[in-house]
């Protein structure tokens, strides 16, 4: 199979100071990467200016269902390459060749993202002359750039045209190990539930006690390192492991010997018990399950915009 694209969304990320915003970047980046070796699907990861892209020439609903166990994306962009010339006319034909509805009656906007020297076209420019080209071709197209039925999203750059096809949502939330580390017990559903609600948030799950093998390894999709502590450095520049912070699935008091606190600790974080659960009707929980199980075909919740009015 050819060699596909995709430019990975961070959303949250993007939020958090630079420092703050390259340090989680980085997990995310080694989770995605050792995710990749564990499921054994080849991937390439570069940048193109100030996005992340994913290469591969695995099969697209593989690298696809990959890059949705990635905790930390909000959105994967799949690209093609249309052209290597990017005569308007030659890229229009090209772009309504691909599309399903031509012919029918339906509203439009061009978007053009110019990477690289300037050359003969810049965005804009671009793309008064790609949407003339397509309204010639097809003329059952109309102009809305506000909110059209087709959006036609183009890459252009110095020797290549491309497009972006298709947008798929991922899990969102932070990239597990950046918040610290959580004690779990995993014996039911609403357990490894709850872990991946803490995982969501980028805190890293460490198994204890009796832990189910088929729980872990479920939540190990989302998590390479899933059961590794994160390690943290303090005021002298000291490298140490950091004391878990929570539990889910035991008491504070089976917890106890797990936590790893310093001797040498001048504050310390108080453990505290997790129920992220709480308010989930079994409805939602079943919708998460399926989630968990299978991202690239299920959102975590069923209802999003009820709340909003509630």
Known sequence: MAQQSWILRFGELGL??????????????KNLV????????PIL???LRDFDVVYSDAPTEVVEDLICHGLGIVAMDR???ISEDPDPHLVAQLVLKRHLR???ARTFGVRVKRLGEKGEWDSQSYARAL????????????????????????????GKVSSIEKRTLGPGGLPTGVQGDVLAQLRTRDDVLSCFLIMRRGSRIIPVLDSKQPHLQLLKKWDPFIGVRSRTKDDKNRTFQRPAWG???????EAEPFIERREEAIKTTPLCTLNPLCGWTEKEKEALWLHLESPSRHRPHPDTTTWFSD
């Open 247 to 253: 539990v889910v699935g035991l008491s504070i008091e």
């Open 79 to 81: 690209v093609v390459e």
């Open 131 to 158: 949407g003339s080209k397509l309204i010639e071709m097809d003329p059952t197209l109309t102009v809305n750039l506000s909110n059209p039925e087709w959006w036609v999203k183009i890459i252009l750059e110095p």
């Open 45 to 47: 990861r570069s940048r």
């Open 102 to 104: 031509v012919g029918e």
């Open 34 to 41: 050792q995710l990749a070796k564990d499921a054994s699907v």
């Open 16 to 29: 958090k100071s630079k420092v703050v915003r390259r340090s989680f970047q980085r997990a995310l980046r």
